[in-house]
């Protein structure tokens, strides 16, 4: 893997989180909030298959597989898009799940194909990939929801309750991936560079120490506090720290993919 590789997984991971997150949220959210959703998330899938390294393309190996479920997902959210509050929209769940489980095979593929071999290494990156996507996802739909209360103030909090609870849940699930990637990193893995226990210890694992902490202890105290706020009804200090949150995943989530190829440990 090139480094090539951390922006293209990174904007998909986004693009299919967003669509993971597209059936958390109810009706009473509105059309406009589902098109631009739908919409911010195909922008995301297109702009990732169009920067995608030389070495992804279509084929039967499982790099060739993932691109072809991704190339499925983005059409899915595609069709889903241009058919909210139009014709056909009886068949909107029909293009949402398709995108959804389209997607999430995607990133699976993704990581049996980036960690190479099978076995644990394969089950983590796996993991990793989809934890990575649900906590993307969850983070940057709560902040757009959040928001929509400025343009829907009559909705009610459960809505954004809902999709924190689920970014408080992906947080978690995240760590626990993260802890096991790490785990076996350090006590199993045969790497072809420098041990991971002492790569983190080394001036170049300040970028590691970053993605714990940005992308993992930032989340956990920023989804805390969010969830009180939205306990009190107060969308708009939910918003603002949301933002914050949605920053600091950004920036762990990047980091995470670069460690990947830095050191082929799925952090």
Not at 36 to 62: C, H, I, K, Q, S
Not at 157 to 184: K, P
Not at 233 to 238: G, H, L, M, N
């Amino acid at each position: 893997m090139t480094l090539s590789f951390v922006l293209f997984l990174f904007l998909a991971h986004l693009g299919v989180g967003i669509v993971f997150t597209l059936v958390l949220v109810g009706k009473e959210a509105g059309v406009k909030f589902f098109r631009f959703n739908a919409g911010f998330a195909a922008v995301l899938l297109l702009v990732a298959l169009a920067m995608r390294p030389e070495a992804v393309r279509l084929g039967t190996d499982a790099q060739g597989v993932a691109l072809a479920l991704l190339l499925t997902a983005t059409g899915a959210v595609l069709v889903y898009w241009a058919t909210i509050g139009r014709v056909l929209a009886r068949l909107r769940p029909l293009w949402v799940w398709t995108a959804v489980l389209s997607g999430g095979a995607a990133l699976v593929a993704q990581g049996l194909a980036a960690a190479g071999d099978g076995g644990l290494p394969a089950v983590l990156t796996a993991a990793s990939f989809v934890t990575s996507a649900a906590l993307l996802g969850g983070t940057s739909t709560a902040m757009i929801l959040g928001h929509w209360y400025l343009v829907l103030p009559s909705m009610d909090v459960s809505l954004l309750q809902s999709v924190v609870r689920f970014h408080i849940g992906s947080t978690a699930l995240r760590i626990l991936v993260v802890a096991a990637a790490v785990w076996w990193g350090i006590a199993l893995a045969e790497l072809p560079g420098v041990p991971f226990d002492r790569y983190i210890l080394s001036i170049d694992g300040v970028f590691f120490w970053q993605r714990v902490l940005f992308g993992l202890l930032g989340p956990v105290v920023l989804a805390y506090l969010t969830w009180e706020t939205a306990k009190i009804r107060s969308t708009q200090s939910a918003t603002g720290i949301l933002y914050v949150d949605f920053f600091t995943v950004i920036v762990g989530e990047v980091l995470a993919k670069y460690l990947l190829v830095a050191t082929s440990v799925p952090v």
